[in-house]
Structures are given as structure tokens and as C-alpha cells.
């Protein structure tokens, strides 16, 4: 059973800074490829970055010079580094797994096999 609990989400100003932590049960975080998603009331999930089993990492447009993915495997745990927060990077966050190892960055949400239960991230101008 993959477990995957996400902390460090709250409510910043503009330009204030976060770091995001998924602690997963087992080996998951390397042997799976790992994403962060977000999704705001409203709109669709989205991808915010991912990272592969060869530490490869992809970032979203959006948040590309402003957040960092990274992952610790002998910790099991999956990171996002937030910098220059703004206000529509308000959103749930989510910590999710692939069993398909590399090429997730390729992986719609609905492709990927297991998720977190979401932490949310609130910045105010």
C-alpha cells in the first residue's frame, strides 16, 4: 500500500516563500517517478513540476525560476521549494507517484497511480 502525506502548505504574502514535503511510505520515492500538482476551486489540476528516478526534474511554465522539485530517497521524501509566491499560485497541492519510472512529465493527472490527500497553499496580495 503507497502512502503519500503531504505538509508544509499555509498562507503567505506576495513574494513570501514555502516548502512543500511528501513523506512516502516504502521505496516510492525512488523507485517511482513523483510529481507535485495543484489545483484551484474551479479549474482543473494541473502539473507544477516532476521528477524521475534519475533525479531529471520538469517545471511547469508558470513556476519555472520560481520553484525547485527535489527528493530525498533515503528519506523517502519529495520536495517543491516556492520562492516569489503569488497570488494565483493559491491552490491544493498535491504529492503524486508514477510507476512508470521516467517520461512523467508526459503524464496527464489522470495517468498517474497515487496521490496524497493535499495540502493547501494560500498567497495574498
Known amino acids: 500500500q503507497v502512502q503519500l502525506v503531504e505538509s508544509g502548505g499555509g498562507s503567505v504574502q506576495t513574494g513570501g516563500s514555502l516548502t512543500l514535503s511528501c513523506a512516502a511510505s516504502a521505496r516510492v520515492i525512488a523507485i517511482y517517478c513523483m510529481g507535485w500538482f495543484r489545483q484551484a476551486p474551479g479549474k482543473e489540476r494541473e502539473r507544477v513540476a516532476t521528477?524521475?528516478?534519475?533525479?531529471?526534474?520538469s517545471h511547469a511554465d508558470s513556476v519555472k525560476g520560481r520553484f525547485t522539485i527535489s527528493k530525498d530517497n533515503a528519506e523517502n521524501t519529495l520536495y517543491l521549494q516556492m520562492n516569489s509566491l503569488k497570488p494565483e499560485d493559491t491552490a491544493m497541492y498535491y504529492c503524486a507517484a508514477d510507476r512508470a519510472g521516467r517520461y512523467c512529465e508526459f503524464t496527464p493527472a489522470t495517468g498517474w497511480d497515487y496521490w496524497g490527500q493535499g495540502t493547501q497553499v494560500t498567497v495574498s496580495s
Open positions: 521528477i524521475d528516478i534519475d533525479g531529471q526534474t
